[in-house]
Every structure is written in structure tokens, then in C-alpha cells.
């Protein structure tokens, strides 16, 4: 373990995972020597309170990376492709939670608990997966290191913090219209910058960001493709439909599970028991599994309901929770920060 | 078709089922003589209007049945168990919404778009299946009569009436005591009779019923069971995760269905827009796709997302939505009531 300081900026630190970004610094007592809080003109300015120091935002820039360390970047697609190249030239490590840089084969594609070693493969760029994928990925790396799995079939139920700050003032806004039997005029969901709008109070829409030319939409295909590359897999075939919900926070994951080998049910709970970041949450006598209300918060994946499938003996059902803005995204990319601390000269 | 009226029951007409049920023998005219609608001594007196007259609810026994030619029950299994045979004995023919007697051989199992053919065989009671059930059935029998099916893997997204008018209101009002920044207390979901409840608002209960000794949840078993009875084949492999959340009217389902041939997809969306009781809405580019919110109050069964698995070529993922009180129950009910009308001597 070094005693190196760094310095940190963050980028979108106004944003419902940038927020949570520099919590998570300030909480874990990241050893930061200077930090810098970056976003779009918009939010520049705003005051960001970390370790009783009141920082104001500021605009950024390609030259804001001028001597950082380490850049955690959650402010869209966009600005990552456009500023990390910048903060790379800079000597910036940069940890990415868009997905910008996801599929580009020179960025790991990293969960700490599945494929840390990848980090130091970086070129600069160390990308954070989509919020989905991580919880599922979790969940399944230990029944992979020890049965294989040939398919996945999961239909998620998502949290609207997944789509931003914006998209939980839209569910609490609507939910209270309904409530006292107004009109609702949606206006942001499923997706900000197409033209169709949809309630998501009361109700559960089957589309999260653009629809792609095979019918799935683009968050679908991150859990595709996501999943082989972090498990470093490309036979495993995986299929997703992912579902928005009106929770605000955590998403929850229905996931069907096809092992490669015969399993003993109790030796998969063990394992699931004893994996990093996970927690096993699944006693159906006292109604015990887990749930996004109580996962909301906490960094770990929660996961139950854990059993057999009906028609396959290989076949396996689980329930999979986490918080979608913490293991799913601030939480993920922070790990990964401290990793790249705790390694460095 | 015959011109005769019928002497009809409505057992636990107050209840959230019962209330639909009687709306559509009014607006559907069924050909009533005499009406009568039952209930639990605590909902007796209650005035149902129907066809401009008030009708009081009596307190229902096993003497209520005299002379009553068609009686419908959703009062709960225990009053099906307890009164249906009275019915029966007293000349009834009694289409049961409950789960008592579902899987009784002699009772058949009914969506009239799949079965209809078995309401003929009725030994007096004729069952109404699981409402996640009969969605999924409707729209899966064309491509189970063109292609046969060897597996389904179903996740539902289903809502609250489903448990009730208490339900209901349990959901409201969490509803808005969250939004009020108030403590909540649930007191209901996700099983009334259970000791341990959960928050049902801005969440999502991986639990439909109780548990049973596999694992699954009895809603999951009754896919399970109902799936195959319906469809009249145990060969096909059925596995359920059934989860309740925030919505009230309307549940939806992603399904995943592994065909017995290879398949051609228009095929498949020419036989799911042809089918009957059946809509397809399937427009990704225009972000057309079925919602609960727009499902409720309809009496049809909607699917879209139609789209090939990406592992399986004769795998297909569909998701699927209907007005749970409607098709799922009520509608159901009474479009089995007409074929037994329409083929009475």
C-alpha cells in the first residue's frame, strides 16, 4: 500500500452519480491531495462540500486535467469521448462509467470482484460497465469459476436514477399527479432525446435508451455484450430485456442461469454466501429476499430466491438487487480508484 | 345461438374481480333473467347498480343457488371450495375465478381462445385460470399450434389489484406517504395472511403468494401447472419468477419461448396480429411497444418486443401485457359464460 496522494477530478460531479462519486471519496477517505470538480457550463459554479471545504465547480475543459492523477468521468457519452483523451495526454488514469469507451478493446472492462487484474492493462482508460450488467455480473462470477454457464436469460426491473436526477423528478411528479387524479404529461422518459414519452409512474416501460436494428435496445445489448467481455467469454450467450419501474433506487434483476455441470443447490448458496461484494439474502420461510428498498444505500449485490429450474437441472432462477447509482456505478468506479491507489509507486 | 335467459349468480361481487364482472354482463348485455349478487356477510346490503336497477348484496350460502342456471365466483378459494359444489347440486353451472379448483381433473381450465372446446366437458365447474397465466397463454397458442414449444422462461411485472381492492390502496397510500417524506407501514402485501410485509411503493416484491416447498412461489407454480393443463401438454417446460410492483392495473410479462422449428419472425408477427384476443404492438422505430398503462380498461392481450434470442435461433423473446382484472379475470369469466349461453339448448 503506498502513502501517495493523488489528485482527483470529477467529472459531472453535479450529476445523481457524480454526487454520489465524491461521497464515496470523502467517506472512504480516498487519499486525495487536490480535487477537482468539473461539469458543463450549466452546473459550474454550484458549491460541493467535501471534507469541510466548500469547492466550487468549475468548467470542463481539455486543459482542466493538467496534473490529475486520477479522472472519474460520469457526464455522458460525449464529454467522455471528447475530454478523456485530453485527461490521457494529461497522464490522467481515467475511469469511465458511460459507454464511450466500453467495447474499445484497449480499455479493461472492469468489476473488482470479477476481473481486477485487468486494471492494470490499462492505457489510460479503465471503463466502468453499464449499472445492469455489474450486479448481474457479480452475482454470476462465482457459479462461473466453478460450473461454467452457457446462457443467461435475465429481464431486469430498473430504477429511474438510472436515467438521472431529471428522470426522479419525473417519476415523483407524476406519481403525485395520478395521485390526485390529474393529467400526466411525461416529458423525459424512456429516453431524453427521443420523441416518444411514456408514464413511468404506475406502470413499467420495456425500453431503456434507442432501439438498435436486431430489436433490442441499446441497454440490452451493453448486457450482451458487457457481460462476455468482464467474464472474458464470448460462448456464453446472453439475452436481455430490460424493463424501467417506477423505483427510484436499486434495480433488480430476474436471472435465469444454465451452468455447464450438474450442481448441488446448497453449494451454489455457499458460494454465493462466501463471494466478495455479495450478500445471500434468500429465506423463503421467513420472506426473506432481497429487495430494491433495502438495497438502496449499500454497496453490496443482494441476491435470493435462489432455485432450481423446473424443466433443467442445470438450469438456475435468482433474484439479483443492488443499488444501481452505488455497486452499479460510484461504488464500481471508486473500487476501481482505490485499486489504482493501492498499486501505484 | 340461443334466445333463453339465464337465472346468474355473482359470488363476491364487491370485490375488485366481481365489480368487472358485473360492468360487463351489463355492457355486454348478457342474456340475463334474474341476477343475484353474493357476498361475505360484511359486504351484504351493499346496492350494485345494474341495468338502472339497485340491487342489494345477500349474504351467500349454500341455499343461494336455487334455481340459479350460471354462477361466477371471486370471493377467495375457501368460498369456491365451500359453495361451488352447493351450486353445482342446486343445477348451476359455476365458472370458478379462484385457485380451488384449477387443477382438479374434472374441472377444465378455460381461455377461450386457446380451449374452448373443453367448457363442453364441465362436471359443473369450469375454471378460470391465473391471470399471469391466461395472458401468457393467449399469446403464446398460435406459435404453439405452428411450431410447438419446448420451454418458457416468464418473468412477470405484475400489479397490485391482482391482490385486491385493499391492494389498491395499500399502494396509494404508501404511495403518497413516501412522497410526503412520511414513514411508511405496510400492512398488506405481499401476502395478506402472511406475518412479514413489505413496502409494495417505489419497489419491487419478488414474492406473489406463499412459498412452496421447491422454492417457487405458488403464482409461479400456477404458471407452472395452469401453463401446461391449458395448453394440454406436460411436455413443455415451464419456469415463472413472479414479482409484484407499483403499478395497479395491468400486468406485464417478458417472456422467453424456445419454438420446436426454426421460425421465420414476420411469420410470427402475422400470426400474433391475426390471432384472436390478441394485439400486436410492435413498432420499435416509433417506440411502439405494450404498456400496462395503456392496456388498462382494454380487454385484449397486447404484445410486442418481438425479437429473436440471440443465442438460440428458435428462441424468442416477447413481452406481453393485459389488463389483469379484465382478461386475466373478469373478461375471461364472462366470455366463457357466453359460450356456455350462446350453446345452451
Redesign the interface.
Known sequence: MSNRKFNVAVVGATGAVGEQIVNLLEKRDFPVDKIKFLSSPRSAGTLISFKGQQIPVEIATPDSFEGIDIALFSAGGDVSKELAPHAVRHGAVCIDNTNAFRMDPTAPLVVPEVNSDKIAEHQGIIANPNCSTIQMVAALKPLYDQYGIS?I?V?T?QAVSGAGSRAIDEL?RQ??AI?NGDEVQPDLL??GS???K??IA??????IDK?QD???TLEEMKM?RETKKILGDESV???A?C?R????YGH?E?V?VELKKDYDLEEIRNLLASAPGVTLVDD??????????EAAGKPDVFV?????????SR?L?L?VVSDNLLKGAAWNAVQIAEIIAANAE
Chains 1, 2 share one sequence.
Open positions: 446462457r436469460i429481464s426491473y415523483n406519481s403525485a395521485l424512456p429516453v427521443l420523441p416518444v411514456h408514464q404506475f406502470n413499467a416501460i420495456p425500453q432501439f436486431n430489436g433490442y450482451v450467450d446472453v439475452t430485456t424493463v419501474i417506477p423505483v427510484v433488480s430476474s435465469y423463503p420461510a421467513a420472506q426473506l429476499y432481497p429487495l430494491a428498498s435470493g430466491r435462489v432455485r432450481r429450474d423446473l424443466g433443467n438450469g432462477n433474484w
